[in-house]
């Protein structure tokens, strides 16, 4: 390796994203923007704070956040006192300040989530199925709409500002892995999800890839806040990810990008071809060694995944999968030159932490010379990510200083 153990696997130091304003005249949306992003990425700051943080002037950041408290969308809190100078009166996002809804399409199950201001989940609506049905699934995802705006109130529901789908892009793809009729399969390539769901609802609506939203989520409120490139994987039905460069989701030309799932792992597969990443290391593998074993394949959602009599299966899966990822995250390293790599999925925190140990284990066995070895880290969201991330799309689109999630970071 070129670099010591010690050295190559610590968390990122970088600096925390820092949303720069501006106070020349015709900003004032902007600045406003500038701010909420400030208090999003950072939490609880003075006014003085906010000048120094987003180099605004005083006055201007005075009558920005006398606006949004007026607004609703700011709330103080309590009078700091004990520090050098005059006591200061912290400000936060209002949780109520605005809504929206992620709505996570999945193969194996449908999340509808209302998340706040703040970029917390209030609601969660789920529905478990072995392969969505087309003819139900958007009655099924009417009726959770319907119920998370009524239990929000009039008032409150005035302020949701859209709705944010994650879905794969080829919901029909992979049939013989996922045991599917072709005909069944296919269905799902002749429907325009976003539209049948805007159908449905007065609100705007955005499509995502999932694992997209995935990293999008864990850009804004997780570990993605402290570094400018990584690649995110998240391990579900089948494994995915998500790309960032200097700060920015970078989706590619046909959203594509971060498609580990995708990547070849250099052995022959059943046609011949060399086997894809999602076919080796997906929890798709994990579900069929448990029910080979006739064992609850909901154990992989929390720590039966690692105790008797799951834990022989897993191990199983662990042997087979980390290499397998390992192999893809050399790759991408040495092609994209990565500060990290966060790993997460739709599996019990107790198994995330395995597999990052296999994982590092099997990073070693590669030569690093030349090449700086990322950092190794942990998801924080979980397996609500990609309907997280859904929610925020319409939050950004409304409230971010840029839209297309591009965070401003200091020089």
Known sequence: MSRSSTETR?????????????????????NERVVLQALRLHGPLSGAELARLTHLTAQTISLITK?????????????????????????????????????????????????????QSRQRLSLDYPF??????????????????KALGRTHAQRIQGIGIAAPLSLGGWQTLLGLAPQRAERW?????????AERTKLPVQLVKDTAAACVAELVAGRGRD??????????????GGLVIDSHLHAGLHGNAGAVGSMS?????????????????????????????????GALADERALQPPWREATLEWLRQAAP???????????LLDLEGVIIDGSFGRELLAELL??????????SWEGVTIPALLAGTIGSDARAVGGALLPLYAAYAPDSDLFLKIES
């Open 10 to 30: 610590a968390a990122p130091s970088a600096a925390r994203l820092k949303p720069r304003g501006s106070s020349q005249g015709g900003l004032r949306q902007y």
């Open 67 to 119: 606006r949004l408290l007026d607004e609703g969308l700011l709330i103080k809190g309590e009078l700091l006192r004990g520090k050098v100078g005059q006591p200061s009166v912290p400000l936060a996002l209002n949780p109520d300040g605005a809504f929206a809804i992620g709505i996570k399409i999945g193969r194996r199950s449908l999340d509808v989530l209302l998340v706040d201001f703040s970029g």
């Open 132 to 149: 969505p049905d087309p003819d139900q699934l958007f009655d099924e995802i009417d009726l959770r709409l319907t119920a998370l705006v």
């Open 189 to 197: 390539n002749q429907i325009d999800i976003r539209e049948r769901v």
């Open 227 to 240: 570094m400018r490139s990584f690649l995110y994987i998240f391990v579900d039905t089948f494994i995915g």
């Open 265 to 297: 792992v250099g052995r022959a597969g059943g046609d011949g071809l060399p086997a894809q990443l999602l076919g080796v290391a997906s929890l798709i593998n994990l579900e069929a060694l448990y029910r080979e074993r006739g064992l609850d394949i």
């Open 324 to 334: 397998a990822i390992a192999l893809a995250v050399h790759n991408a390293a040495c």
């Open 357 to 366: 140990r296999e994982l590092d284990s099997a990073l070693r066995l590669h």
